[in-house]
């Protein structure tokens, strides 16, 4: 019998590791997990008071890394601690960044994929901000691709989850998509 609960929630979230550049021109990047594809070009993230929230309004552009598996340590450290108190977080925790050839922002090296973004509209709503951004273009090393596409397998991409606090690894494919529920026509 299923129990009754007063909240709900959806789980689970991506985590994204968002890349800025502050007024200086220092890299900086951030864990959000409210974010996703809301459309085939388009993303969208919903952010609180963040220096990456300050950066994103004044630069108008952005990058988006998944976090994986192999930097899981160092994509939650970015997440936990303030690049306004502490603004070397990326080299403290062993991440590099190279600049976009697309859009005002870094790339972070340790993170096999990034999608380079720029924003389309800011929503401030219930004190939070909704950057929706167009994505104009990813980076992704040959080592997570296969046959020219990214492989989630190679790329171990981690989830936020929601109810256990913690991060899982996406896993197997479970079936194809439009074609495992082909067996009931």
């Known amino acids: 019998m ?8 959806i789980t689970p979230h991506p985590v994204l590791i968002l ?6 021109g220092t890299p900086d990047a951030m864990n959000a997990a409210w974010g996703g594809q809301i459309a085939g070009n388009q993303i969208a993230v919903s952010l609180s008071s963040h220096k990456t929230t300050d950066n ?11 976090a994986t598996a192999e930097q899981i340590a160092a994509c939650d450290y970015v997440g936990i601690v303030s690049g306004n108190k502490v603004p070397d977080k990326l080299a403290k925790c062993g991440l590099t960044v190279t600049k976009s050839d697309k859009v005002n922002a870094p790339v972070i090296d340790q993170l096999p994929v990034t999608i380079e973004c720029k924003v389309t ?8 901000t909704r950057v929706v951004a167009e994505i104009v ?4 090393e040959e080592s997570v691709l296969t046959d020219g ?3 989630l397998g190679k790329l171990h991409p981690v989830v936020f989850d929601t109810v256990g606090l913690c991060y899982r690894v996406v896993g197997d494919s479970v079936g194809g998509a439009w074609s495992v529920g082909k067996q009931f026509d």
């Open 56 to 66: 994103i309004r004044r630069n108008k552009e952005f990058t988006v890394a998944f």
């Open 137 to 140: 273009g990813m980076k992704a």
């Open 121 to 128: 509209a800011l929503q401030e709503e219930f004190g939070e």
């Open 2 to 9: 299923k129990q009754s609960f007063e909240k709900g929630f």
């Open 149 to 151: 596409k990214v492989d």
């Open 19 to 24: 890349g800025t550049y502050d007024e200086n």
